[in-house]
């Protein structure tokens, strides 16, 4: 089936630092999510963007947060600075139609800020 | 509010055995509702989902869920399970407004 691919697969910083977590969508996909999830806890939803904006976001994307897809190519979670309480896979969906629509996930990415 | 519980964080059964997952929802639209399984260091993978039509649907791998409006349940079913059937399974609500609402997930094992 579709596949989401995100690069890093892991990913250890400072706090303090910036990253930029990367994902590659399905290539005909229109809507584009991030999830965050703490070992053994509840996935939770970030963001959701669509046509070059943020159309919805939840109360965990502080403002350190950022994302962008530039040109089409990778949609990028941007956190800048980093804090100890940002440790956690953060996952990349995207899907064709709005969310209601069947969600492809990525296989995650393992931030592990120090 | 949206909510998703899922009242069972683990789940043990024999390889072979039936199986129910339980998840209630809190949501007073219609809601677009699905479960999704992760297995270990991977992404959510989609098992199946419901809005409208036959309250049972079918998945892939032999899975299925009842849509229940009185109860406000969506349970996920499989008549008998395989070792590989192992792992977090996630209920999902999706409002109308696109708000995503995960349940805390139920961790499966299965015994051979």
Known sequence: GPKVLQIPS???IDMGQMVTLNCDPVSNHLYFYWYKQILGQQMEFLVNFY???????????KDQFSVERPDGSYFTLKIQPTALEDSAVYF?????????????????TRLLVL | AQSVTQPDARVTVSEGA?????????YSGTPYLFWYVQYPRQGLQLLLKYY???????????????FSK????????????????SAVYFCVLISNTNKVVFGTGTRLQVLP
């Open chain 1, 10 to 12: 892991h990913q250890i």
């Open chain 1, 51 to 61: 046509n070059g904006k943020v159309m919805e976001k939840s109360k965990l994307f």
């Open chain 1, 92 to 108: 990349c969906a995207s899907s064709f139609g709005r969310a209601q629509d069947t969600q492809y996930f990525g296989p995650g």
């Open chain 2, 18 to 26: 039936s199986l129910q997952l339980r998840c209630k929802y809190s």
């Open chain 2, 52 to 66: 409208s039509g036959d309250p049972v649907v079918q998945g892939v791998n032999g899975f299925e869920a009842e």
């Open chain 2, 70 to 85: 009185s109860n406000s349940s969506f349970h996920l079913r499989k008549a008998s399970v395989h070792w590989s059937d």
